[in-house]
């Protein structure tokens, strides 16, 4: 079947957006499109070009008999900041106030287009980083973390709570809870994670970095790397942060439950990425 340009350009616009940093050769979409692959250089073009003057991405072009084009995320500043500032206004929002002062944040880590665009976020800092794997915790940080894969196009490893006989051998560790400092137990199947591999660790919710610290122990029991750290939301008055090297889109500065008060600001995403 022979495609019109206007047609080509919009299937190949999908396709890229939908197999992220994987490599695919010129001569599949000319096969594709029975077109020349003259054509399709031209066609990639015009889409890099798109891509770059809207904030979408960018193309990468591999020379060679076995080359052909990548397709990376990299959401543009200024779709980042309304978005941030957005997310900022939600938190802040005094009737996310729970006893204890924690916050009600369920609802907007259920809301696939908040979700989605702050994975597309996440991953677009880290679309240069080789990583093989995301992981995360068995908690609301779930659908995050999937976010960030599905733009990386990597798989996602959950570490548990305890083990579940539906996932054969594990390695456990304990580990000392950064803010509750109560000593806890982290789970990971053996076939999750491969020996070597280079991970970046997503979450929803950093106080001290405790759960961050007991991941990066698993992952040094499987012989494997953190490729990076990245969170959503970081509590900023913390007397001793386990972790230094992260990226996180909004800060928790304070919450008065008294006068039902929430303080939120920018993370330190742009500190990290410009």
Do not use: W
Not at 71 to 97: G, H, M, Q, T, Y
Not at 165 to 194: C, D, F, H
Not at 215 to 233: D, H, P, Q, R
């Amino acid at each position: 079947m022979k495609f019109r340009r206007s047609e080509r350009l919009i299937d190949m616009v999908n396709y890229l957006l939908e197999h992220p940093r994987q490599l695919i050769p010129l001569t599949y979409f000319a096969e594709r499109y029975d077109s020349a692959k003259s054509s399709i250089s031209e066609d990639l073009g015009i889409i890099k070009e798109t891509f770059e003057q809207r904030g979408i991405g960018t193309l990468q072009t591999v020379p060679g008999a076995a080359g052909g084009v990548k397709f990376f995320v990299k959401v543009s500043e200024d779709k980042v900041r309304p978005f941030i500032k957005e997310l900022c206004d939600l938190i802040a929002n005094p009737d996310r106030l729970l006893p204890g002062g924690y916050l009600y944040l369920t609802d907007i880590l259920g809301n696939p287009s908040i979700v989605q665009k702050a994975g597309k976020i996440i991953a677009s800092a880290y679309s240069n980083t080789p990583i093989d794997v995301v992981m995360t915790v068995a908690t609301k940080g779930i659908p995050l973390a999937y976010a960030v894969a599905s733009q990386l196009n990597v798989p996602v490893v959950i570490v548990r709570r305890d083990s579940k006989v539906t996932e054969g051998p594990t390695v456990s560790i304990n580990y000392v809870s950064g803010s509750a400092k109560r000593i806890q137990t982290m789970v990971l199947s053996k076939r999750s994670l491969a020996e070597g591999s280079r991970v970046l660790i997503v979450d929803d919710f950093m106080k001290a970095g405790g759960t961050v610290i007991g991941m990066k122990s698993l992952l040094e029991e499987f012989k494997a790397f953190v490729a990076g750290i990245a969170v959503l939301v970081e509590a900023e008055k913390i007397e001793e942060r386990l972790v230094d090297e992260y990226l996180s889109l909004v800060q928790l500065s304070g919450v008065d439950v008294r006068d039902k008060k929430i303080n939120v600001k920018e993370g330190n995403f742009f500190k990290r990425t410009n």
